[in-house]
């Protein structure tokens, strides 16, 4: 037997709360990483008996603390032959007493919460407890490990979208996890392959598709270990931030397609099902053949923080790139709008997205506040218990963008991105034409490589909802974004969620008034909106129907 000693710790989420748990300290819990010599059936197969016993109190959203004992599993090697499982590797957390009441988890929906931000890598190696992927260091390597990824240069290994809102990488802190291990729920938090990784021979091991390969990985070793691994495997409930925003949207979209046979084969993934349940997924950066073109329709006429405005000339270029795309996407809008096109989403957001969220904060505010508030933004007219305002004045009020143009494709490689399609031992590429045929760096070639067109489809989510439409995708969907958040364009999300609407999923999609990026201003209504989509009594203290 490998039960350890209980451990106490505090956690506390107030209202709306997004802070994650400090970086935790040190038991000695042994990791089930897999051994070379060992057969992918044995190397796979979850081990009941290898947990801690941990004890830990959760204040939810409404201020009530819960004191909640729960089985802790340290770092899991889901793959038989990983490329580096430091990144490779999951923790599992399995709630069995609740406030004194003993709570059974093995029907209990299983929270895959990844920490994954600017699509660095993640890693849970070191983590000795539960919402530890999602803390300060959630997407940093380990504490006493050797770095297995060098250094990444200043161009592209910053990670400007991180924030309070987010982890260091960007990516989700810990709100969900503890909610949901309060709730009854079992929570797996994975680590992932990110793009700054390189190994010995100055390789990129990181890079585009590796981090979703190693989430269908994890997703498939707890498939592949149903009846072992507490929860329920039919009703995995992905959650990710930013880049883990994307990724938990595509893990979604893209459940058992083939195209991603080769490469889990080659890690000797689990012979089992990746498609998962439902999706969480909180400004996902994704679309990113697109996102430039979109970027600039958004946020064209907006200046720099530094007051400076971006080349006129590229944003109109991308503008009209972005017009054409959507056409041919034929998506319409929710409740009845009809078809949304570059000339009227700016309509459709105000009427979809913003005056709602505008309304909704205006409306929660005491009298005194909400004069003082619109006092201060008199663009808004506040009628009847409701905000309207233009579209114009709205991105007057969000002020500077965040990025210059392109925003994703950046002519001198400057992106993440860029870095996030390097390959072999090239740190960056171009994926888009336009990208390649302006290239500032003095390339030989103006055209993208030959590997980036199934790259582009292995890394979008729409390739699996529109051009491939996957019947095997999640069917409920979670998604949110700040209304100030410049990282990406606000259309991102919104044709997202209109194309699985048209499809015919259950789509619960909106947009926090005056939140920046990375922002989960309602955990708590996550956690129930778990229980109500996957018919587990209601969410609390593990209860079922």
Excluded at 12 to 26: D, H, P
Excluded at 52 to 61: C, E, I, R
Excluded at 303 to 326: I, P, R
Excluded at 405 to 421: V, Y
């Amino acid at each position: 037997m490998k039960h350890r000693a209980v451990k106490r710790r505090t956690v506390v989420l107030g209202i709306g709360a997004t802070a994650g748990v400090a970086a935790v300290g040190g038991i000695a819990l042994s990791a089930q990483a897999s051994s070379s010599s060992s057969s992918s059936s044995d190397s796979l197969k979850f081990d009941v008996d290898g947990y801690s016993k941990l004890t830990t109190t959760v204040t939810d959203t409404e201020g009530t603390e819960h004191n909640v004992t729960y089985h802790f599993w340290k770092a899991i090697t889901y793959v038989a032959n990983p490329v580096d499982a430091t990144y490779q590797s999951l923790i599992v957390s399995a709630p069995v007493e609740i406030d004194g009441t003993a709570v059974d988890p093995t029907n209990a929906p299983i929270l895959l919460a990844n920490s994954i931000g600017g699509y660095m890598p993640a890693s849970v190696a070191d983590a000795t407890e539960v919402g530890a992927g999602g803390s300060a260091a959630g997407g940093a390597p380990p504490s006493g490990a050797a770095p297995s990824g060098a250094a990444p240069s200043s161009s592209t290994g910053t990670t400007s979208n991180a924030n309070s809102n987010t982890n260091a990488t960007g990516g989700a802190t810990s709100s969900n996890q503890l909610l949901a291990l309060a709730a009854g729920y079992v929570v797996i938090e994975p680590g992932a392959r990110g793009r700054t990784l390189k190994n010995s021979d100055g390789e990129y091991y990181g890079t585009a598709p590796a981090a979703i390969v190693d989430l269908k990985a994890a997703v498939r070793y707890i498939r592949a270990n149903k009846g072992l691994i507490p929860g329920n495997v039919e009703r995995i409930v992905s959650a990710g931030t930013s880049a883990g925003g994307a990724l938990s949207s595509l893990l979604g979209a893209s459940g058992d397609s083939p195209i991603y046979d080769k490469y889990l084969k080659e890690l000797g993934a689990a012979d089992a099902s990746d498609a998962i349940f439902a999706v969480g997924a909180w400004c996902p950066i994704t679309d990113l053949e697109h996102a430039d073109g979109a970027y600039e329709w958004n946020w064209g006429a907006n200046d720099l923080s530094t007051g400076k405005q971006v080349d006129q000339s590229v944003s109109k270029d991308l503008k009209a790139q972005f017009a054409e795309y959507q056409a041919g996407l034929k998506l319409r809008g929710l409740d009845g709008f009809g078809p949304l096109t570059a000339r009227n989403y700016d309509d459709y957001l105000v009427e979809q997205y913003l005056q709602p969220s505008a309304t909704k904060y205006l409306a929660a505010l005491s009298d005194s506040d909400r004069e003082t508030y619109l006092a201060k933004n008199t663009f808004i007219t506040w009628s009847g218990g409701k905000a309207t305002f233009a579209w114009d004045d709205f991105l007057t009020h969000v002020g500077a963008r965040k990025k210059d143009t392109p925003a994703f494709d950046a002519f001198d490689l400057s992106a993440g991105e860029n870095n996030e399609f390097g390959a072999g031992t090239t740190e960056t590429r171009h994926f888009t034409a336009y990208g390649a045929k302006n290239d500032s760096t003095g390339l030989s070639t103006k055209r993208v490589a030959a590997d980036i067109p199934e790259k582009l489809n292995l890394m979008n989510p729409m390739f699996h909802l529109v051009e491939k439409v996957n019947d095997r995708r999640s069917k409920h969907w979670w998604i949110r974004l700040g209304t100030s958040d410049s990282d990406t364009s606000h259309v991102i999300s919104a044709n997202l969620a209109a194309r699985l609407d048209n499809l015919g999923d259950d789509v619960n999609h909106l947009y926090y008034w005056d939140e920046g990026h990375g922002a989960n201003t309602d955990p708590g209504d996550f956690i129930t909106w778990i229980a109500t989509v996957t018919s587990y009594g209601k969410g609390k203290k593990g209860k079922r129907n």
